[in-house]
Nanobody, 121 residues
């Protein structure tokens, strides 16, 4: 079994900050990348930020300069520091990991249960 456990969501006013954390545990051989996605009410899930095991990052344009993704490979943990939050950042944020459970396995996508982020104006 693989588990992704998120923490750090909550409610803040516009301009505030939150830090999300996600820890992967269970039967994991290797992680290729971890990241954060979000889904607003009535919207499709979208990529927010991703981080590869080699340290490469990717951000959706709307969060560049405001959000920072970082990680700890040894602890299989990824973080999302969110600054200058806006009401349009309100969504459920999901942690994602692309990983192998065994050396001979194919890469698979795993998801956390999600954590609510609410930004009020």
């Amino acid at each position: 079994q693989v588990q992704l456990v998120e923490s750090g969501g909550g409610s803040v006013q516009a301009g505030g900050s939150l830090r999300l954390s996600c820890a992967a545990s269970g039967s994991i051989f290797s992680i290729n990348a971890m990241g954060w996605y979000r889904q607003g009410l009535g919207k499709e899930r979208e990529m927010v930020a991703t981080l590869t095991s080699g340290g490469s990052t990717n951000y959706t344009s709307s969060v560049k300069g405001r959000f920072t993704i970082s990680g700890d490979n040894a602890r299989k943990t990824v973080y999302l520091q969110m600054n200058s939050l806006k009401p349009e950042d309100t969504a459920v944020y999901y942690c994602n990991a692309e990983l192998k459970r065994r050396a001979w396995s194919t890469w698979g996508d795993y998801w956390g249960q999600g954590t609510q982020v609410t930004v009020s104006s």
